[in-house]
């Protein structure tokens, strides 16, 4: 037994990192988000696979709020490599509900994708988006973006993208060496540059848009401390960040507050909506 990091051997840090092992009843959100999800994407005023890039994956779902309101950019997580957008139509619920628009995209997973890859596609749907703002129907000037897990990670590597007022990661990964030195890297084979690179935490600018960074109390102890020491050293730069715990959630309930209209992270949304100028 070999400590690798933070005097974790490789097999307690695989563990530390598995969500989905920390879960016993997982199938039964994700089958309520299969579910879910096919009922918003079948709305008729939902545009469906929007191409803002070349690869297959490359396509946004658009679920329109009201004309002229904020848009929210949702990015899904799976760790780079799981998951599709098609899965996570749901999250426009709770925003939609205030009037607010939803666009959720796919991207390219590895191993077909470098993290690099997949962090340019990110640029790539907020250029999109902005782009096509008088067609679609939002105010370009309140375009917030959020993710969950690997999501949080991309919401926090393109927070710095011209068109983004501000983001809500969501239960995510802020420096990528644990996730370097895990059974997670067998697809990604991170390279020491993107390591330092596309590690949010390692990139702190001295500006940002506010970040409202959100884990679960019943979270694993890595994905609430990645979320913590970000946002420790975002503020100690005096940066717009702020960290909310929320009790008796785990990685995947979480994600019943952005469903609800009535959820901490709807809420979240709308007071930093509230708060732009």
């Known amino acids: 037994m070999t400590a690798i990091f933070r005097g974790m051997d490789r097999a307690t840090l ?4 598995d969500n989905t092992k920390a879960v016993a009843d997982v199938d039964s959100f994700r089958n309520r988000w299969n579910e879910t999800s096919a009922k918003v994407r079948a709305q008729p005023n939902a545009k469906l696979d929007l191409r803002y890039g ?15 309101a904020p848009l929210f950019m949702f990015i899904h997580g799976g760790y780079w490599q799981r998951n599709e957008k098609e899965r996570f139509a749901f999250t426009a619920l709770g925003p939609n509900a205030h009037g607010i628009n ?28 902005t782009d096509r ?10 375009l ?10 991309l919401t926090a590597a393109v927070a710095d993208h011209p068109a983004v007022a501000g983001g809500l990661p969501i239960s995510g990964i802020f420096e990528l060496e644990p996730i370097a030195l895990g059974v997670l890297n067998d697809k990604l084979q991170l ?41 420790a050293a975002a503020q100690a730069r005096g940066l717009p960040a702020r960290m909310t715990l929320l009790p008796g959630h785990h990685h995947f309930s979480i994600l019943d507050e952005l469903q609800s209209p009535d959820g901490a992270l709807t809420k979240a ?8 100028r």
């Open 144 to 153: 917030l973006i959020g993710g969950w897990s690997a999501g949080g990670h």
């Open 133 to 142: 703002a008088g067609e679609l129907g939002f105010d370009r000037k309140r």
């Open 14 to 17: 695989d563990a530390a990192y």
């Open 54 to 68: 070349e690869r297959p994956r490359a396509m946004l779902d658009y679920f329109p709020g009201q004309p002229g």
């Open 102 to 129: 939803v666009a959720v995209p796919g991207y390219t997973l590895a191993p077909e994708a470098r993290l690099t890859d997949i962090v340019n596609e990110m640029r790539q749907a907020l250029t999109y988006l």
């Open 191 to 231: 390279s020491a540059d993107e390591i330092a690179r596309l590690s949010p935490l390692r990139n702190l600018k001295d500006r940002s848009p506010p970040l409202e960074l959100f884990v679960g109390g019943d979270e694993l102890p890595e994905l609430k401390r990645q979320s913590q020491e970000y946002t």
């Open 269 to 276: 949304i709308r007071d930093m909506i509230a708060g732009l």
